[in-house]
């Protein structure tokens, strides 16, 4: 199997490699003949973002000898795709090559009109310039990656190891999957239907205005019950007034902003501490362990007993 890696001028060392390294130790283990190659818009050098330059690349023309086309990242301006890639990506996915979008390289696929009505992901950066350019796209933030069999988008950066050996599951089996990932000591299967863990950005807050006030008396009272009503008494409105104006600054209710300030005090202290998961979901709360465990699952697709063992700094 050829597989073709889409190079740029600034694409970072990291991204460039990640398909390379999984899918180059497919041959190396003797699962089979797969072969990587790096082309660009026109033959010749790029210079990675660390300043490298990389030679031997191969041009669009390349691309039409490829069975599965990578794009592993993408500028980070996320600028329109042009012309010549579009085509070159429209063209070898016509021809039954798959086509993967690894992190900010979802954006030149979705820009080539391959997703059609079909759910996407991408770094959850890149979300609100995609959803701009792209208002009929379906974004998911609650995945690592997602596989349609003809196209595969993936999350930020290192989910890009779990799409890349999803696609050597998908083609070789399991058992060859296991292999590569015990070789580059990397976990062998990340489900894809997990959740990015970003940092939800909230907009930026006046200092004076009574709902940033409220937002704020908010986040040093987690553990104390904070209905819609209470909020509203802070920010002397009256409820109805409250939940149209916090909607129009911050494009959430209060009800749903409460829960993620919860979730992510949640995250933090789960990392940070040695707290049970009853005490924290006391600390931020929740009112329940059992109540906090429902709310980050659906969240996050893990259970906070998981997440603490992926992320606690003991752990590492």
Known sequence: MRVGIY?????????????Q??????????????????????????????????????????????????????????????????????????????????????????????????PAVTHWQAFELLAQRHPELDLDDSVLYIDHGDVLTSAGTASGLDACLHLVRARLGATAANRVARSLVIAPHREGGQAQYIERPMPP???????????EWAEQRLAEPLPVERLAATAHMSTRTFVRAFRSA?????????????????????????????????????????TMRQNFSAAFKVSPSQYRRRFHADAH
């Open 21 to 118: 390294m999984v899918f180059d130790e497919v041959t190396r283990q003797g699962l089979g003949a797969w072969e990587t190659f790096l082309f660009s818009d026109r033959p010749g050098t790029v210079r990675t973002d660390e300043g490298y330059r990389i030679g031997g690349i191969s041009g669009l023309a390349d691309a039409r000898e490829a069975d599965v086309l990578v794009i592993p990242s993408w500028f980070i301006d996320g600028r329109p795709a042009s012309t010549a890639v579009r085509t070159a990506l429209t063209s070898a996915h016509g021809s039954g090559a798959t086509i993967v979008g690894l992190c900010l390289g979802a954006i030149p696929v979705v820009d080539a009109g391959l997703l059609g009505g079909r």
């Open 250 to 290: 911050t494009g959430t209710t209060p009800a749903g902003w409460v829960r993620a300030r919860r979730l992510d005090e949640a995250r933090r202290l789960l990392e940070s501490s040695d707290r049970s998961v009853d005490q924290i979901a006391e600390d931020c709360g929740f009112g329940s362990a059992v």
């Open 205 to 215: 807050r006046s200092e004076d205005d009574a709902i940033s006030r409220a937002m």
């Open 7 to 19: 190079a740029f001028n600034d694409v970072t060392m990291f991204h460039l490699a990640v398909p």
